[in-house]
């Protein structure tokens, strides 16, 4: 699956190292907590410089992060993913869920973005594709096509698509 190359760092310092190592900025600082929406709780920042890298990650390592899933919680944040930041043209949301109820593995997805997914959810849940997997016979081709076509993607994109559905 195509990802942005990226280092996990525990320290100021190291975050520092990580950048270099990616080479020339912007990097992107990301507060490792297992919840969504860090984002908004200030967990993920742009820096355009290796002392903004530093400074951003001393600061997300020195708090905890309380968001709409911690259940209350403020979980503290031990390490930071330093990133190559790249240009986002558009958000787009696709997850592959262990659907207990159909015994299966379920992919939603959908083109109204991902931060605010569960949002999307409740007040417009017709902008979620699903697609059920069989267990026997695995991700099929059409499958892909589905979700594709459903958010609104080109060929080109679908073709992409069916690749990292295929990959998760």
Request: glycine share 14%.
């Amino acid at each position: 699956i195509p990802v942005p190359a990226g280092k996990v760092a525990s320290t100021p310092l190291a975050a520092v190292e990580a950048a270099r190592g990616l080479g020339g900025g912007p990097w992107v600082v990301k507060a490792q907590v297992h919840a969504g929406g860090r984002g908004k709780a200030g967990g993920v920042k742009l820096a355009k410089s290796l002392e903004e890298v530093r400074a951003e990650a001393e600061r997300m390592l020195s708090m905890k992060i309380s968001t709409y899933q911690t259940g209350g919680l403020a979980l503290p944040v031990n390490q930071v993913l330093i990133g190559e930041a790249v240009d986002i043209g558009e958000e787009l949301y696709l997850s592959a869920v262990i659907d207990r109820a159909h015994r299966c593995v379920t992919f939603m997805g959908s083109a109204a973005g991902g931060v605010n997914i569960e949002e999307v959810a409740a007040t417009a849940p017709e902008k979620i594709i699903t697609v059920r997997v069989d267990n026997t016979a695995g991700l099929q081709p059409f499958q892909a096509r589905q979700m594709g076509f459903g958010m609104g993607l080109n060929a080109a994109q679908v073709k992409q698509l069916g690749k990292i559905m295929a990959g998760l």
